[in-house]
């Protein structure tokens, strides 16, 4: 149900804000759920400021869940354009054949179509197409039946653009949820990095019941936005599936009146996107480019966990239509001042 009380699409001005530099977090927490967590009650608009390892007292026995297992894999590789000592960075977005993919290039005016470029092990691509966002189509030739065991080998973990520093071998791990299963994503589902294995299995003992859902995040999840009228923003595609015993799982907990709580905004896009009629979902996969801004009327999510976002972005706008803007604009401006971290590596949000 939507609990806010704007009746029209905000305009992009309304969510401006300015994050202090030094809130923004270059680096994991130590234990993944030591973070801060900040608790927004709707009933009352009321802030309560917790530990992350403290949310399951927020769970009873039959609550679900869902939570995106999408992995993020290596993507920043590196290679030699023509057999020359020009060094090209090839951001790998996605799989679209075992041997074609689609990238972004650096620099980009100087990878033109039948360029060749040279990757270490002896794995060549050549570049056979542009792409509309700017980026390339390259086709690999490789020995085996996928390009991923040498990209996990050999590639750079991806991290956000508003990470300041060199990538260390600690992010492949850090920037990754312990629960991450099938490769496919080039940003992590940050919401759910918090969670422990020591958290998971301390849920499970509870009765909450596990569901898994599959989004793979591109790059569009840093797309800005650049029309002040939201509803004229376009969001990328991008694949997800969501299985059939998770559909079953929450049309039963949706019969019982059972809590449905989702990790991150793109499991309640994944979630929204799969609704059949009424309050029941179906297992599906495909693409979706659902944008979710206020106002807007949930049927899937009774309870948010996520971070705290780019001010301006989809992300925010989503969160905004989940808790009503003026009290996300509001715990933002406390976040600030109780100096919580904000972003990917930053501390969470839970929204009952």
């Known amino acids: 149900m939507y609990f806010g009380s704007v009746e029209k699409p905000p305009r992009l001005a309304e969510f401006e804000m300015e994050i202090p530099k030094e809130r923004i977090a270059q680096n994991p927490s130590k234990n993944r759920d030591d973070c801060k967590l900040m608790v927004l009650d709707r009933s009352d608009e009321s802030i309560h400021h917790m530990k992350f390892k403290d949310i399951s007292d927020f769970f009873k026995k039959g609550d679900v869940l869902v939570k995106n297992n999408t992995k993020v894999f290596s993507a920043r590789l590196f290679a030699k354009k023509d057999k020359s000592d020009a060094e090209v960075e090839v951001f790998l977005l996605r799989e679209l054949q ?46 085996g039946d996928s390009l991923f065991p040498f990209i996990d080998k050999n590639g750079l973990c991806p991290l956000p653009p ?3 520093r060199e990538t260390k071998k600690s992010d492949k791990e850090k920037y990754q949820t312990v629960y991450a299963e099938h490769q496919g994503s080039v940003a992590a589902p940050t919401a ?42 376009n969001m990328d595609s991008e694949y997800y599936y969501v299985p059939p015993e998770t559909a079953t799982i929450i049309n039963d907990a949706k019969e019982k009146r059972k809590r449905i709580t989702a990790v991150g905004t793109s499991t309640v896009r994944t979630l929204e996107t799969v609704i059949v009629s009424g309050f029941q979902i179906t297992s599906k996969e495909g693409w979706t480019d659902k944008f979710i801004y206020p106002p807007y009327d949930f049927k899937m999510c009774d309870r948010l966990i996520t971070n705290f976002h780019q001010p301006q972005s989809t992300l925010m706008l989503l969160v905004a239509a989940f808790a009503n803007k003026d009290f996300i604009m509001r715990s933002y401006e406390e976040a600030i001042k109780k100096k919580y971290n904000f972003f990917s590596y930053g501390d969470a949000m839970f929204i009952i």
């Open 98 to 143: 075992p041997t074609l993919w689609e990238a972004m290039v650096r620099p980009a005016r100087k990878v033109r179509i039948g360029n060749k470029l040279i990757f270490n092990e002896n794995i060549v691509c050549d570049v056979i197409d542009n792409t509309i966002s700017g980026g390339r189509v390259l086709r690999f030739d490789f020995e």
């Open 162 to 164: 508003y990470i300041d």
């Open 192 to 233: 759910g990095m918090h969670f422990s294995e020591g958290l998971l299995k301390k849920l499970n003992k509870k009765g909450v019941i596990n569901a898994p859902i599959t989004l793979h995040i591109g790059l569009g999840t840093f797309k800005p936005i650049l029309v002040e009228d939201v509803t004229r923003h």
